[in-house]
C-alpha cells in the first residue's frame, strides 16, 4: 500500500508538469501572454484612435497630403513595371539572348564601305560556333535579299526576306506555327523550293486565307510554302516581326539570288551587267572624282580576300541571359581561328548582342520612372509637414489634458509616445487609402487606355516603410514638445 501511494505521489507531479507544458504551449496561452506583453502599446493605440475621432475631418484632411503622394508612387511603379516587362517581352522578341555576327568592312582607294560590304562569313564558321563555343545553344547562317513576292496578281516586299536554317526559328523565339511545319536541314541541303511565311504576307498575297501548298513567285523562281509563322506583332523599334518570308539559304543563295542584300528592290532595279539600262544609266550624270581610282595593276596587287559560299550574317542564341558576354568572347575566339586572324590583326567580322539595347532601354525607363518618383516623394513630404502641423496644433488644444495625465501620474516618455502613436497612424490611414487609390488608378489605366501595369508588392511595403518613417519623423517634435510641458503650467492653461 505504502509503495502504491509513494508511485501515485511520484507520478503526480509528472502529470500536472506536462499538463502545465501542455498550457503553456497553447494557442490560448501564447495569445494572452502576447496580449499582455503589448498591453501598454495596445492601450496607447486605442487612446491615439480615440483623439483622432474627435475631429475625424480634420484627420482626413491632415492625411491629404500622405494619400496623395502614396496613391502616386503606387501608381507610377506599377505602371512603370509595367512598361519595363512589356519592353523586355518585346526585346525577347528579338531574339532570345540574341548574338548577332556581322561581316567585317571593305576598302577600296582609301575608302572604307563599312561593316557588313565583305563577304567574310561561311557556313563553316557556323559548324566552328557550335563546336567551339560551349555557351552557345544554337546558331543560324543568314542570307538576306529584297525582291518582291508575286502570287497571282497580288505582289509584296517583305520587309524581311532570309534565307537560313531551321534554327533561326528557336534563336528568334517562334516557338511555333500557326500553319504547317517549318523546312528541315535536308531541304538545306537540297536547296529546296520551300519558304515560310509571316502573318502579313498571308493577309497581303492571300487575303487572310492559308496559304499552305500554295506557291509564290520571287525572281521568276517558284516557291512553295510549307508553314505560317506565328504572330510577333512589332518591335521595340516599330517594324513588323509578321512581315517576313524564310527559306532555306541555299535555295536564297543559289536559286532565287545570287547578290548580298542592296538598298533597294533587288527585283525591279537590274544593274547594265545584265545588258538591261536602270535609272542611273539611261540619265547619266557628270561627277567630280574626289579620290584618284586605283588601276587594275593596283587592284591585283592588293586583292580583296573572296569566299565562293558566303553568308550575309550569323545568328547566335547565347545558353542564357548571364552567359552572353561569355559566348560573345567564344564566338571571337572561334572565328578568329576560323579566320587565321593573328594577334593585332583587325577583326574581318562584328559581333553585336542584344544586351548593350536591353540596357538603354531599361536605363530610360528607370530614369524616368525616378523621375516620377521624386515628385511622389515631393507630395510625401508636404504630407509629413501637414501632420507636424496639425500635431503643434493638437498640443496646443490639449494642454490641460496633457497637465491632467501628468498630474495622475503620467510620465514624460508616456506622453510622447502617445502623440508619436497618433502621428504614425494618421500616416497608415493615409497609406491605406493611398494604396487603394493607386491600385485603382492603375487599373483604370490599364482598362480605359490599355497600357500595361504590373502590380508591385515592393511598392505596397515600401509605401508602409516610408509612411512609418515619415510619421516618426515629423510626429516627434511635436511629441517631444508636449512631452516637456510643465504639469502645474498646463493645469493652468487656458
Request: net charge positive; hydrophobic share 45%.
Amino acid at each position: 500500500m505504502t509503495k502504491l501511494l509513494t508511485t501515485r505521489d511520484e507520478t503526480m507531479p509528472q502529470s500536472s508538469s506536462l499538463r502545465w507544458a501542455s498550457d503553456v504551449s497553447s494557442p490560448k496561452h501564447t495569445f494572452r501572454r502576447f496580449v499582455f506583453r503589448w498591453r501598454p502599446f495596445l492601450r496607447l493605440c486605442v487612446t491615439a484612435t480615440h483623439a483622432l475621432r474627435r475631429n475625424v475631418l480634420r484627420s482626413l484632411l491632415t492625411t491629404l497630403g500622405i494619400v496623395i503622394g502614396i496613391m502616386s508612387v503606387i501608381a507610377i511603379m506599377e505602371i512603370g513595371q509595367g512598361a519595363s516587362a512589356t519592353l523586355g517581352e518585346s526585346i525577347q522578341s528579338m531574339g532570345s539572348n540574341l548574338i548577332i555576327v556581322m561581316p567585317g568592312a571593305a576598302s577600296a582607294g582609301g575608302i572604307e564601305m563599312g561593316a557588313g560590304t565583305m563577304p567574310t562569313l561561311t557556313p563553316d564558321d557556323v559548324n566552328a560556333i557550335l563546336t567551339e563555343c560551349p555557351s552557345v545553344l544554337a546558331a543560324a547562317p543568314s542570307v538576306q535579299a529584297r525582291m518582291q513576292v508575286v502570287h497571282g496578281s497580288k505582289n509584296w516586299v517583305p520587309a524581311t526576306m532570309l534565307g537560313t536554317t531551321p534554327s533561326y526559328l528557336a534563336i528568334r523565339g517562334w516557338n511555333s506555327l500557326d500553319e504547317g511545319e517549318n523546312f528541315t536541314e535536308q531541304d538545306v541541303r537540297n536547296a529546296n523550293k520551300v519558304c515560310v511565311v509571316g502573318l502579313t504576307i498571308v493577309k497581303e498575297l492571300f487575303d487572310g486565307q492559308s496559304p499552305i501548298g500554295k506557291s509564290v513567285r520571287i525572281n521568276n523562281v517558284p516557291i512553295r510554302v510549307i508553314g505560317v509563322l506565328g504572330r510577333k506583332g512589332a518591335n521595340v523599334m516599330g517594324m513588323d516581326q509578321d512581315d517576313v518570308l524564310l527559306t532555306p539559304w541555299t535555295t536564297m543563295k543559289n536559286r532565287v539570288s545570287a547578290s548580298t542584300l542592296g538598298s533597294v528592290n533587288q527585283s525591279v532595279l537590274t544593274s547594265s551587267a545584265n545588258g538591261v539600262n536602270s535609272f542611273g544609266d539611261a540619265y547619266p550624270r557628270s561627277f567630280i572624282e574626289l579620290y584618284t581610282t586605283p588601276t587594275a595593276t593596283q587592284m591585283m596587287n592588293t586583292p580583296r580576300p573572296q569566299r565562293l559560299t558566303n553568308v550575309d550574317q550569323i545568328f547566335a542564341s547565347a545558353v542564357s541571359m548571364e552567359r552572353i558576354e561569355t559566348a560573345v568572347d567564344e564566338i571571337q575566339q572561334a572565328l578568329s581561328r576560323s579566320h587565321n586572324i593573328r594577334d593585332g590583326q583587325v577583326d574581318d567580322f562584328n559581333l553585336r548582342n542584344m544586351t548593350e539595347l536591353t540596357k538603354m532601354f531599361g536605363s530610360t525607363t528607370t530614369l524616368m520612372t525616378n523621375l516620377l518618383l521624386a515628385i511622389a516623394m515631393i507630395a510625401l513630404l508636404v504630407g509629413g509637414v501637414g501632420i507636424m502641423n496639425i500635431m503643434l496644433v493638437s498640443v496646443t488644444e490639449r494642454t490641460r489634458e496633457i497637465g491632467l495625465r501628468m498630474a495622475v501620474g503620467a510620465k514624460g516618455r508616456d506622453i510622447l509616445a502617445q502623440f508619436l502613436v497618433e502621428a504614425v497612424l494618421l500616416c497608415l490611414f493615409g497609406a491605406a487609402i493611398g494604396i487603394v487609390l493607386g491600385r485603382g488608378i492603375s487599373i483604370a489605366v490599364s482598362k480605359l487606355a490599355g497600357w500595361p501595369v504590373a502590380a508591385s508588392p515592393y511598392a505596397i511595403l515600401a509605401s508602409v516603410g516610408v509612411s512609418l518613417i515619415i510619421g516618426i519623423g515629423f510626429g516627434f517634435y511635436p511629441a517631444w514638445r508636449a512631452s516637456k510641458l510643465d504639469p502645474i503650467d498646463a493645469l493652468r492653461y487656458e
